[in-house]
T-cell receptor, first 112, second 112 residues
Framework: DAGITQSPRHKVTETGTPVTLRCHQT?????MYWYRQDPGHGLRLIHY???????DKGEVSDGYSVSRSKTEDFLLTLESATSSQTSVYFC???????????FGSGTRLTVV | ELKVEQNPLFLSMQEGKNYTIYCNYS?????LYWYRQDPGKSLESLFV?????AVKQEGRLMASLDTKARLSTLHITAAVHDLSATYFC????????????FGTGTRLTIIP
C-alpha cells in the first residue's frame, strides 16, 4: 500500500531461529501495529507503538518483541521461531486525526 | 476484554440477491470499520462509521452502525461476482491509544 512497506514478503525459516520482520512508513504517522492473520481468527494484535520507543503488548504477544527507534520503522522479532508462529503478518499505521488505518501488503512466514 | 463477532462466517449467494453481514461487539464504541480482503492480498478499507446511526454507501454495499445495540451491518444489494471476498469488521475503543480489534471475517462467495 502507498506509504507503508513490509519486508520480506515471504520467508521460510527453521524452528528455533530468530526472525525479524520490518515495517517502513513514509506517512510520519504516530501509531504503528503488528497483526497476525490465521484462518478462523481474523487479525489479532501482537504489539503496537504509539511513538518512538513507546510500545505495548497486544492480545497475542508471547514469543514476539518489537522495537521502534525511528518514526518510520517498526520491527517485529521472533526470538526463537516456532511452528505455531507460521502465519501471515500485517503491519498497519494510523492517523487518529482521520480515523484511518492503512495496512501493508503482508509477510507470509513459514516456520519448518 | 473486547469481543467482536461476525456472522455468518461463510456466505454463498447467487448474483442479484441481497444479503446482510452482521457485526456485534461487546464494549461501547463509536468507531467501527469495515474492510475487504481478496485472497492473498492486504486489507482494503471500505467504510469508517463514527457515530450512532451512521450510514455509508458505496456502490452495492451499505454499512450502518447502532451503538446502543453494539451492532453494525454490511448490506449487499443485487450481488455481483466481483464482490466475492472476505469482509472484516473491526472496532476501535481506546481513545487516545488507538488499536483495532477484528471480527473473524465473513467469506462471501457470489455464484453466477
Amino acid at each position: 500500500d502507498a506509504g507503508i512497506t513490509q519486508s520480506p514478503r515471504h520467508k521460510v525459516t527453521e524452528t528455533g531461529t530468530p526472525v525479524t520482520l520490518r515495517c517502513h512508513q513514509t506517512e510520519n504517522h504516530r501509531y504503528m501495529y503488528w497483526y497476525r492473520q490465521d484462518p478462523g481468527h481474523g487479525l489479532r494484535l501482537i504489539h503496537y507503538s504509539y511513538g518512538v520507543k513507546d510500545t505495548d503488548k497486544g492480545e497475542v504477544s508471547d514469543g514476539y518483541s518489537v522495537s521502534r527507534s525511528k518514526t518510520e520503522d517498526f520491527l517485529l522479532t521472533l526470538e526463537s521461531a516456532t511452528s505455531s508462529q507460521t502465519s501471515v503478518y500485517f503491519c498497519a499505521i494510523s492517523d487518529p486525526r482521520s480515523y484511518g488505518y492503512t495496512f501493508g501488503s503482508g509477510t507470509r512466514l513459514t516456520v519448518v | 476484554e473486547l469481543k467482536v463477532e461476525q456472522n455468518p462466517l461463510f456466505l454463498s449467494m447467487q448474483e442479484g440477491k441481497n444479503y446482510t453481514i452482521y457485526c456485534n461487539y461487546s464494549t461501547t464504541s463509536d468507531r467501527l470499520y469495515w474492510y475487504r480482503q481478496d485472497p492473498g492480498k492486504s486489507l482494503e478499507s471500505l467504510f469508517v462509521l463514527l457515530s450512532n446511526g451512521a450510514v455509508k454507501q458505496e456502490g452495492r454495499l451499505m454499512a450502518s452502525l447502532d451503538t446502543k445495540a453494539r451492532l453494525s451491518t454490511l448490506h449487499i444489494t443485487a450481488a455481483v461476482h466481483d464482490l466475492s471476498a472476505t469482509y472484516f469488521c473491526a472496532v476501535d475503543i481506546s481513545f487516545g491509544n488507538e488499536k483495532l480489534t477484528f471480527g473473524t471475517g465473513t467469506r462471501l462467495t457470489i455464484i453466477p
